[in-house]
């Protein structure tokens, strides 16, 4: 059983469309990211979810929008997208004791590998 | 403001070459240090946390330790199933809980 699934594994898409990416999490986990890897292989937080609510919110483009319908789930929706949006996106996940815990693992899925032509 | 380095960038080892690893890493309180795993078209996958300076951990060939200023993966014997990107991150009490910062990787290449 896969832990943090994440679909499409590719999306290919043109300059100003709008897409999304979906995450899910099946190890029960009341926090869930997501990252941005660029070409480098540099790995950067975005956004992290506890329970629903947001709690990290990187600069990140206004573009870029999280929603976590329930805490087994993060989307990732991503208006007027840009060449320079071209990644791979990672959805995380990692169990938390209160906010004031920390220093816990997180889980990572298997990535989405997003092209803007 | 929290920051992660990682050397060298890229090493080539023999098997059973034994080889270390360098993430050096400022931090305004260090609330948890981490070293994942990458292999290509995947998600980085979770190897160890080390919370303090003197701390070690092993798994079969990888160990790593923590000092003040650094971390080290130790690979002992490495095999070529041990190739992969290592990466380095740090979560300090200074920024957001669960917080990573990432190093840029080490590409481990182990030859046969």
């Known amino acids: 059983d896969t832990a943090v699934s994440q679909t499409p594994k590719y999306l290919v898409t043109q300059m100003g469309n709008d897409k999304s990416i979906k995450c899910e999490q099946n190890?029960?986990?009341?926090?869930m990211y997501w990252y941005k890897q660029d070409s480098k292989k540099f790995l950067k937080i975005m956004f992290s979810?506890?329970?629903?609510?947001?709690?990290i919110n990187e600069t990140v483009p206004n573009r870029f929008s999280p929603k976590s319908p329930d805490k087994a789930h993060l989307n990732l929706h991503i208006n007027s997208l840009e060449l320079g949006d071209s990644a791979v996106y990672f959805c995380?996940?990692?169990?938390?004791?209160?906010?004031?815990?920390?220093?816990?693992?997180?889980?990572f899925g298997p990535g989405t590998r997003l092209t803007v032509l | 403001e929290d920051q992660v380095t990682q050397s060298p960038e890229a090493l080539r080892l023999q098997e059973g070459e034994s080889s270390s690893l360098n993430c050096s890493y400022t931090?305004?309180?260090?609330?948890?240090l981490f070293w994942y795993r990458q292999d290509p078209g995947k998600g980085p996958e979770f190897l160890f946390t080390?919370?303090?300076a003197g701390e070690e951990k092993e798994k079969e060939r990888l160990k790593a330790t923590l000092t003040k200023k650094e971390s080290f993966l130790h690979i002992t014997a490495p095999k070529p199933e041990d190739s992969a990107t290592y990466l380095c991150?740090?979560?300090?009490?200074?920024?957001?809980?669960?917080?990573?910062?990432f190093g840029t990787g080490t590409l481990l290449a182990v030859q046969p």
């Open positions: 979810y506890n329970n629903k609510e947001l709690i």
């Open positions: 190890l029960g986990h009341d926090t």
């Open positions: 931090v305004s309180g260090l609330r948890g």
């Open positions: 995380a996940s990692s169990q938390d004791f209160g906010l004031a815990g920390g220093g816990r693992m997180q889980f």
């Open positions: 991150a740090v979560e300090g009490y200074g920024g957001a809980t669960n917080k990573l910062i």
């Open positions: 080390l919370y303090s």
